[in-house]
């Protein structure tokens, strides 16, 4: 069939006095292919009408697939068991033209934005090795969609906490804000609704006013409206994680950020092959510029100090004075710190721990053992300091019984001191050894062995009285004690 340029060149000849065997040949056309466009007299190509073969059979066709469903191989067989042959390309043909089991394609809008008109935030699940395991961590990106600026971080879990930290550390990494974000219909950010029906939850809202800018939700299920930071999400998983690794969550997201800067700074083919840093010295401009003061996002709670002194924040413990144990304490949590606050004063910071790691996180100034400080003993008792000068021979025991005792054995050493004082030099030393040997550090029996070493040479024992005479005993036994005869004078 003859084309629309052939077809209108064939008719300009024609009125132009040329034969149909000239027309033929300039046109490399057979004569009788000018004689039908000559005897139609237009130029438009008439349209080809085919007879399908399986229109007939529409009606059951469709109701097939319904029972079918969708199994176009079963509705193939069962137009053969009632004898419709049709071939299967043929059928599956058919469907498509008649939109059966397929939807009619949607045409698709192009977005275009002004500098600074909108930027779209999302998250996106991914699996990453952090360290020796695989995290499932979740990702946070920010693009402007004028510049394509894109800034990206990595959270255990996304929160509104996180989602204000996030935006507050990308705000502020790109110098402003646009003056709409578009979101998808996560609860971190909508309190209720979908798309155009959504309601921004209350923080939200006064989050994006402290920045000059305002949450949009797309509409459910709506992708396009949010592509510029649904692609970020395949390029950071194909370019960002293959090949890298990370000792830790922190590790990641300074990688992330160098990524992100190093990403910024290429060229791109939707771009008009310009870099996306060059679109933002223009963008950058109409930003909403910061407020004078960026105030750190933290997350307040309530702890009751435990018996221990800590309180527990993400199953993590964190260390307070000792005379605030039963009190009830506000404790603010941040990205990076652990504020503990007793009312308007703070009372200490901690770094923070990992969400679930079940760290005990304690202060110098918060160690105890047993009822003492070990900040308030650190001095060397008097009696230890004499013992070790002039008697060295018992710094073996005392080195045990401070090891005894966790490191502040008072007590004892009061007492070998007194020993010293009281007791014998030699005898004390060979007690001592034969304690040490035997791993007794019980100072009382130390003392008894003392007293058995020298028993008889410092000290008067009592003699022992000797038997008296059977006979004697006897005689005495007769004798009448009423007698006063027999009462000795």
């Known amino acids: 069939m003859l084309e629309l340029d052939t077809r209108q060149a064939i008719l300009r000849l024609a009125t132009e006095g040329h034969g149909v065997r000239a027309i033929a040949q300039a046109l490399s056309v057979s004569r009788n292919s000018v004689r039908r466009v000559l005897r139609d007299g237009h130029a438009r190509v008439p349209s080809l009408e085919r007879l399908e073969s399986a229109l007939p059979y529409h009606d059951q066709i469709r109701d097939l697939h319904l ?21 299967y390309s043929t059928l599956t043909g058919f469907c498509r033209r008649h939109h059966i089991g397929v939807e009619p394609p949607k045409p698709v809008g192009h977005y275009s934005f002004a500098p600074a008109e909108e930027m779209q935030h999302d998250t996106s699940p991914h699996g990453v090795m952090v360290g020796e395991s695989k995290r499932k961590l979740q990702c946070a990106s920010l693009v402007l969609c004028h510049s394509r600026m894109i800034f990206a971080q990595a959270y255990p879990n996304f929160t509104r906490f996180w989602c204000k930290v996030f935006l507050t550390d990308a705000l502020v990494h790109l110098g402003g804000a646009a003056g709409r974000c578009m979101v998808d219909n996560s609860s971190v950010v909508v309190a209720r609704g979908t798309g155009k029906n959504a309601v921004i939850a209350p923080e939200m809202v006064a989050f994006g006013e402290r920045f000059g800018f305002h949450f949009e939700a797309h509409e459910l299920g709506d992708a396009n409206r949010s592509a510029h930071v649904e692609r970020r999400f395949h390029y950071i998983e194909h370019n960002f994680y293959p090949g890298r690794s990370f000792s830790d969550l922190d590790d990641l997201n300074t990688q992330l950020r160098a990524w992100c800067d190093k990403a910024n700074g290429i060229s791109r083919r939707s771009l008009g092959h310009v870099r996306a840093v060059d679109l933002f010295q223009a963008e950058r401009l109409a930003l909403r510029p910061l407020p004078l003061h960026v105030p750190q996002v933290y ?47 703070l009372v200490c910071e901690h770094p923070r721990r990992p969400q679930g790691s079940w760290d005990r996180s304690t202060l110098p100034e918060h160690r105890y053992h047993g009822r003492w400080r070990l900040q308030q003993h650190t001095a060397v008792l008097p009696e230890e300091a004499t013992l070790r000068v002039a008697a060295p021979e018992l710094v073996p025991l005392l080195d045990a019984l401070n090891k005894h005792h966790g490191g502040r054995a008072v007590r004892p050493i009061r007492i070998l001191h007194r020993l010293w004082r009281d007791y014998p030099k030699a005898s004390l030393l060979r007690a001592a050894t034969a304690a040490l040997e035997h791993g007794l550090l019980d100072l ?4 008894t062995m003392v007293l058995r070493d020298i028993a008889g040479d410092f000290f008067r024992l009592p003699q022992a009285e000797p038997e008296p005479n059977a006979d004697h005993q006897k005689a005495r036994d007769d004798t009448n004690p009423d007698d006063p005869e027999c009462t000795d004078e």
């Open 67 to 87: 029972r079918c469903q969708g199994n176009l191989v079963r509705v193939n067989e069962e137009l053969e068991a009632i004898g419709i042959h049709i071939g």
């Open 299 to 345: 997350q307040l709670h309530e702890r009751l100090v435990d018996l221990e002194g800590y309180v527990n924040v993400h199953t993590c413990r964190y260390s307070v004075p000792v005379d605030l144990i039963g009190r009830r304490l506000e404790v603010r949590e941040t990205k990076d710190q652990i504020r503990i606050f007793d009312g308007h004063r």
């Open 444 to 447: 009382a029996r130390i003392e």
